[in-house]
């Protein structure tokens, strides 16, 4: 099999637009965690969802019960949630780090009692002064129309009601692909691709496939997960910024140059090194995410969960994260999910491999 093979039967793009157009606001995963599971089920051998939400499937290794890895994916998603009715629209704040600018004449749906077609608007400009067309969208300028009459408005919606942005993902040339939800709907597929790969596959270790909630609110979800499955070993799967204009060059990676894998204090040497020459040894393309402090990503509360734990990070670099128009290479999740698979393989069955030097 070479670098850019697919497991048997996959389609990875498919796969990503059903995820990507789920809905999944942090704090309300719970039909994007259905859909997951469908995908998850008959990949492991358990399968539960914890109190906070996170879905973990469990496969079991060749010596289980033994040594333990934690593969981390959240599913949630950045989005809005309902503040006010006001005079037949909707007032509304971001849940998670959602882009202002991003957010005029986006269509949405406000999942009140039912779901609710909608869309953002704004005051039109030819009623705006030429200060007011200079300056840039705030939120308070911007509002929910769903079309229905004032006094109609409570019967359907109230206030907490999540919204989640509305878009079809789409292929683009080059093997590109672009929709909402990308973060992290990405590494959702890459997680689930890996394991098709692991089922031809002979693994020592037991595998905690844990697709997390609440990531984009503070990394809630690998915190209590991390915490109760105990892992020996972690590995986070998330997003990072590619290439694009406007983007530092020492902050974005290029995209179909395959998996990022991460480097800095947040991630353990020893391990990222394992990925490293593993991706070598399979001649999987690769580049060096440098990350100097908080990645940023669940494997930021993994590595401090109760005594410490070896974390490594794998990212897919994507385009305009955190608007509805994020967009991802396909092969870059095909790469990233065969980089993780062999490197599942390849863990040490003594973990004193792992120790940190500690002399002076």
Same mark, same amino acid.
């Given at each position: 099999?070479?670098? /850019?093979?697919?497991?048997?039967?996959?389609?990875?793009?498919?796969?990503l637009k059903e995820l990507s157009e789920t809905p999944g606001v942090s704090g309300q995963e719970d039909r994007i965690r259905a859909r997951v599971s469908d995908h998850l089920a008959p990949l492991v051998d358990e399968l539960h969802t914890d109190t906070l939400g996170n879905l973990t499937g469990l496969k079991r290794g060749n010596d289980s019960p033994g040594k333990r890895v934690m593969l981390a994916a959240h599913m949630d998603e950045i989005g809005l949630i309902v503040t006010r009715l006001e005079e037949g629209f909707l007032r509304f704040a971001p849940v998670g780090g959602v882009d202002v600018g991003a957010l005029p004449a986006q269509e949405v749906t406000v999942h009140g009692r039912s779901d609710l077609p909608g869309l953002i608007a704004s005051r039109p400009p030819h009623v705006l002064s030429h200060e007011e067309r200079e300056k840039p969208f705030a939120q308070a300028d911007l509002f929910? /129309?769903?079309? &229905?009459?004032?006094?109609?408005? @409570?019967?359907?919606?109230?206030?907490?009601?999540?919204?989640?942005?509305?878009?079809?993902?789409?292929?683009?040339?080059?093997?590109? @692909?672009s929709g909402k939800a990308f973060d992290n709907r990405v590494s959702v597929v890459?997680?689930?691709?890996?394991?098709?790969? &692991?089922?031809?596959?002979?693994?020592?270790?037991?595998?905690?496939?844990? =697709?997390?909630?609440q990531e984009e609110i503070g990394l809630r979800g690998a915190k209590t997960a991390a915490f109760q499955v105990v892992p020996d070993v972690g590995i986070a799967l998330d997003v990072t910024y590619a290439e694009q204009q406007g983007a530092a060059a020492e902050e974005a990676?290029?995209?179909?140059?395959?998996p990022?894998?991460? &480097?800095?204090?947040?991630?353990?040497?020893?391990?990222?090194?394992? &990925? =490293? /020459?593993?991706?070598e040894r399979n001649e999987i393309p690769f580049t060096n995410e440098v990350l100097p402090g908080n990645s940023g990503t669940d494997a930021w509360t993994m590595q401090v969960s109760r005594s410490g734990i070896p974390t490594a990070l794998i990212s897919v670099p994507i385009r305009n994260m955190h608007t509805p128009a994020e967009t991802v290479a396909l092969k870059d999740i095909d790469r990233s999910a065969r980089l993780l698979a062999e490197t599942i393989c390849e863990l040490p /069955?003594?973990?004193?491999?792992?120790?940190l030097d500690d002399r002076a």
């Amino acid at each position: 099999m070479n670098s /850019d093979s697919q497991p048997q039967g996959s389609d990875c793009f498919s796969l990503l637009k059903e995820l990507s157009e789920t809905p999944g606001v942090s704090g309300q995963e719970d039909r994007i965690r259905a859909r997951v599971s469908d995908h998850l089920a008959p990949l492991v051998d358990e399968l539960h969802t914890d109190t906070l939400g996170n879905l973990t499937g469990l496969k079991r290794g060749n010596d289980s019960p033994g040594k333990r890895v934690m593969l981390a994916a959240h599913m949630d998603e950045i989005g809005l949630i309902v503040t006010r009715l006001e005079e037949g629209f909707l007032r509304f704040a971001p849940v998670g780090g959602v882009d202002v600018g991003a957010l005029p004449a986006q269509e949405v749906t406000v999942h009140g009692r039912s779901d609710l077609p909608g869309l953002i608007a704004s005051r039109p400009p030819h009623v705006l002064s030429h200060e007011e067309r200079e300056k840039p969208f705030a939120q308070a300028d911007l509002f929910i /129309d769903v079309g &229905l009459p004032a006094g109609d408005l @409570a019967e359907y919606i109230s206030v907490g009601d999540f919204i989640s942005i509305h878009r079809c993902a789409g292929r683009l040339g080059n093997g590109y @692909a672009s929709g909402k939800a990308f973060d992290n709907r990405v590494s959702v597929v890459v997680l689930l691709q890996a394991l098709h790969i &692991l089922q031809q596959r002979s693994c020592a270790w037991d595998i905690f496939a844990v =697709v997390t909630v609440q990531e984009e609110i503070g990394l809630r979800g690998a915190k209590t997960a991390a915490f109760q499955v105990v892992p020996d070993v972690g590995i986070a799967l998330d997003v990072t910024y590619a290439e694009q204009q406007g983007a530092a060059a020492e902050e974005a990676l290029p995209m179909g140059g395959g998996p990022a894998i991460g &480097l800095g204090p947040n991630l353990h040497p020893v391990l990222r090194k394992l &990925l =490293v /020459d593993t991706a070598e040894r399979n001649e999987i393309p690769f580049t060096n995410e440098v990350l100097p402090g908080n990645s940023g990503t669940d494997a930021w509360t993994m590595q401090v969960s109760r005594s410490g734990i070896p974390t490594a990070l794998i990212s897919v670099p994507i385009r305009n994260m955190h608007t509805p128009a994020e967009t991802v290479a396909l092969k870059d999740i095909d790469r990233s999910a065969r980089l993780l698979a062999e490197t599942i393989c390849e863990l040490p /069955d003594d973990l004193s491999a792992l120790a940190l030097d500690d002399r002076a």
